[in-house]
């Protein structure tokens, strides 16, 4: 599976953007989604999840209220919706699959196997 982000920018503190991540192949629907960030000099950390089948989704508490995750099979496309955007959401936003992920380590990023190269998201205060 190869990944492709895309739809990060530069916004003001408070404003929305969408990011998007495209998967090669024909199995999009069997993978679990996640989507994990890195800000210059920390880890990289989860930011949200999708579950293959049941589509649950799990989000880092620094997210949730703000940030949604949804995919579209059809499209082989899974999207992050960042609203309420704030200087500390910062970061190279990367997008993440994998297909044999149990609940315990859905925001592990070790259980994901294949990554896109990530999309810069900058707000400003």
């Known amino acids: 599976v190869q990944l492709q982000a895309s739809g990060g920018g530069l916004v003001q503190a408070g404003d929305s953007l969408r990011l998007s991540c495209v998967a090669s192949?024909?199995?999009?629907?069997?993978?679990?989604m996640g989507w994990f960030r890195q800000a210059p000099g920390k880890e990289r950390a989860f930011v949200a999840s999708?579950?293959?089948?049941?589509?649950?989704?799990y989000y880092a508490d620094s997210v949730k209220g703000r940030f949604t995750i949804s995919r579209d099979n059809a499209k082989n496309t899974v999207y992050l919706q960042m609203n309420s955007l704030k200087p500390e959401d910062t970061a190279n936003y990367y997008c993440?699959?994998?297909?044999?992920?149990?609940?315990?380590?859905?925001?592990?990023?070790?259980?994901?196997?294949?990554w896109g190269q990530g999309t810069q998201v900058t707000v400003s205060s």
């Open positions: 999708e579950r293959r089948g049941d589509g649950s989704t």
């Open positions: 993440a699959a994998g297909r044999d992920i149990i609940l315990s380590t859905i925001r592990n990023s070790q259980g994901y196997s294949y």
């Open positions: 192949g024909r199995t999009f629907s069997s993978y679990t």
